[in-house]
């Protein structure tokens, strides 16, 4: 395993320990606002030895709908959709990982759209492989999100090395071809103004037969319900 996967490998471990553990907390009403996950996340990096590849992302409700928003006190409780979207940095190689969670009960057709996100992701991961231009697999995301397409603005994915945004690039421009070796990202995600945001990313690594999945945490949808954020 060369020095890159290794690293790599390890952050996504990392990250994956720590979405479990905001799972756990969030369920016993552990976080009242978007600051109190991100400084959970960050607390973490450094119980585990790791730095973060960049300050995490936590966006409630229209919040996410900034695909960049930086963490406020915005409450939780019964917010909607909660896009976490952080990566831990081990000897300088960034992972990169988003789940986006839910406070309180989702309805019918924001359980419909989650899916829709989910969706893509998978098929998309599915289509990762040596030889494959970045652009035919994020074209693959706009046809399977459908009409939500156009809420769709930025790249399926980018390389990850020593920076987080490195080549190849999945999005609009043609000629990124992947290469054996690579390591991806994989982030289709919807965002509706002036109501919500759902990404789903994962960290893929590109091999002589296909790809790898190097992201493990669980993408079933995550519903923190009401009873569980009474105080």
């Known amino acids: 395993m060369d020095k890159k996967l290794r690293n790599i490998s390890s952050g996504c471990r990392i990250n994956d320990k720590i979405f479990s553990k905001i799972v ?34 936590v966006a409630i409700g229209k919040n996410a709908v900034d695909w960049h928003h930086r963490p406020t006190n915005a409450k939780l409780a019964g917010g909607g959709f909660c896009v976490i979207d952080f990566g831990a940095r081990v000897n300088s190689y960034c992972s990169d990982m988003t789940r986006t969670i839910h406070f309180g009960r989702a309805a019918k057709s924001g359980r419909a759209l989650y899916k829709k996100v989910l969706r893509a992701n998978v ?33 399926l994915g980018h390389g990850l090395k020593k920076i987080i945004h490195a080549r190849p690039r999945l999005g609009r421009k043609e000629g990124h071809f992947l290469r054996e070796g690579d390591i991806v990202t994989i982030e289709p995600g919807v965002y509706i103004p002036r109501r919500l945001g759902i990404r789903i990313e994962d960290d893929v690594l590109v091999t002589a037969k296909g790809r790898k999945l190097l992201s493990k945490s669980t993408k079933k949808l995550v519903e923190i319900r009401e009873k569980s954020l009474e105080k």
């Not at 369920?27 to 300050?55: L, N, Q, S």
């Open 123 to 155: 098929l998309c991961t599915g289509k990762i492989r040596a030889g494959i231009d970045g652009h035919e697999v994020y074209m693959h995301a706009r046809k399977t999100l459908g009409k939500h397409a156009k809420y769709f603005g930025h790249g």
């Open 24 to 57: 756990r907390r969030a369920r016993r009403h552990g976080f009242v606002t978007e600051r109190d996950i991100a400084r959970f996340i960050k607390a973490e990096f450094k119980r585990a030895g790791a730095g973060p590849a960049f300050p995490p992302i």
